[in-house]
């Protein structure tokens, strides 16, 4: 069963230490990989998408990377407005009409 | 431009109550889609309708319907609400050209739904 893994489940930060998310998934083909941001309360706020391994996408402190089996969203220099739940969801090949959710990584920044 | 709107933003139920959650969006989305979120898990698609007239069964349909009347209207029916209900659920919309598939959805701030 196509399933999506995100790790840590939980990461406090300093203002300005850089770190990694990572998003895995098990590799029955893949249509598209998104990332979304989630405020507590609201919805969750389309980030990027990545559709082939090597790809990469910026936005601000932020940047999303892709291989074959995972991908990670990097922080750098993050600051307290980017505390919030980061989600991965993962369209595969078979099965294509749902978007598969992982449970997401909650980032605390401490000013 | 208000996006997707879900109503209400809070819901408390009793078990067998039946109720309808509103989604609304005016982006002229074609494909629109129902989601819960429970603690520890990831969304989980319900239902989802790639237009006007045609609807799906997601992944964890039971207990739930939905139709779509309109390009704009995607409301989700509990029948008999049960306890497993109790979850947070969202709206999501996109455009469904040139693959939509691939197109990013954009969601509601979700409706809070507790059955007692």
């Known amino acids: 069963e196509d399933q999506v893994t995100q790790s840590p489940e939980a990461l406090r930060l300093q203002e300005g230490e850089s770190s990694s998310l990572n998003c895995s998934y098990t590799v029955s083909g893949l249509r598209g990989l998104f990332w979304y941001r989630q405020d507590p309360g609201k919805g969750p706020e389309f980030l990027f998408t990545l559709y082939s391994a090597g790809e990469e996408k910026e936005k601000e402190r932020l940047k999303a990377t892709l291989t074959k089996k995972e991908s990670f969203l990097h922080i750098t220099a993050p600051k307290p407005e980017d505390s919030a739940t980061y989600l991965c969801a993962v369209r595969f090949l078979l099965n294509d009409y749902k978007l598969s959710f992982g449970a997401g990584t909650t980032v605390t920044v401490r000013a | 431009n208000a996006g997707v709107t879900q109503t209400p933003k809070f819901q408390v139920l009793k078990t067998g109550q039946s109720m309808t959650l509103q989604c609304a969006q005016d982006m002229n989305h074609e494909y629109m889609s129902w989601y819960r979120q429970d603690p520890g898990m990831g969304l989980r698609l319900i239902h989802y309708s790639v237009g006007a007239g045609i609807t799906d069964q997601g992944e964890v349909p039971n207990g739930y319907n939905v139709s779509r009347s309109t390009t704009e209207d995607f409301p989700l029916r509990l029948l008999s609400a049960a306890p497993s209900q109790t979850s947070v659920y969202f709206c999501?919309?996109?455009?469904?050209?040139?693959?939509?598939?691939?197109?990013?959805?954009?969601f509601g701030d979700g409706t809070r739904l507790s059955i007692l």
């Open positions: 999501a919309s996109s455009y469904s050209a040139p693959d939509w598939s691939n197109q990013p959805q954009h």
